[in-house]
C-alpha cells in the first residue's frame, strides 16, 4: 500500500512562496513518478505537476509553468513541490501521488496511490 502525506501549506499574500513537502511511507519510491495536484473550491481535481521516478523528467500545467518547481529527494522518500510568485487563483487543497508517466502526444501522469488529505494553500491579501 502506497501512502503519501503532503504538507507545508498554509495562507500567503500574492507574489509569495511556499514550499510544499511530499512524504512516502513504503519501499520503492524511486520507482514512481510523483504527481502533485490541486483542487480549487467549486472545481475539479487537476494536475499541477509530475516528476519521474529518477528525478529526471519533468512537466507542468501551462497555468504554473516558470514559477512552480518540482523536485524530489530518493534519499529521504520526499518529494517537493516550490511555489514562487503565487497568485489568488493557486488556491486550493494540494495533494501529491505516486503515479505512472508516460508520453502519448504529451505527457501523462496519472495518479496510482489513493488521495490523502492534501494541504490548503490560499493566496490573498
Known amino acids: 500500500q502506497l501512502t503519501l502525506v503532503e504538507s507545508g501549506g498554509g495562507l500567503v499574500q500574492p507574489g509569495g512562496s511556499l514550499r510544499l513537502s511530499c512524504g512516502f511511507s513504503g519501499s520503492g519510491f524511486d520507482y514512481y513518478a510523483i504527481g502533485w495536484f490541486r483542487q480549487a473550491p467549486g472545481k475539479e481535481r487537476e494536475g499541477v505537476s509530475c516528476i519521474s521516478g529518477s528525478g529526471g523528467l519533468t512537466n507542468y500545467a501551462d497555468s504554473v509553468k516558470g514559477r512552480f518547481t518540482i523536485s524530489r529527494d530518493n534519499a529521504k522518500n520526499t518529494a517537493y513541490l516550490q511555489m514562487n510568485s503565487l497568485k489568488p487563483e493557486d488556491t486550493g487543497v494540494y495533494y501529491c501521488?505516486?503515479?505512472?508517466?508516460?508520453?502519448?502526444?504529451?505527457?501523462?501522469?496519472?495518479?496510482?496511490?489513493?488521495w490523502g488529505q492534501g494541504t490548503q494553500v490560499t493566496v490573498s491579501l
Open positions: 501521488a505516486a503515479a505512472i508517466q508516460y508520453y502519448s502526444g504529451r505527457v501523462y501522469c496519472p495518479p496510482i496511490s489513493s
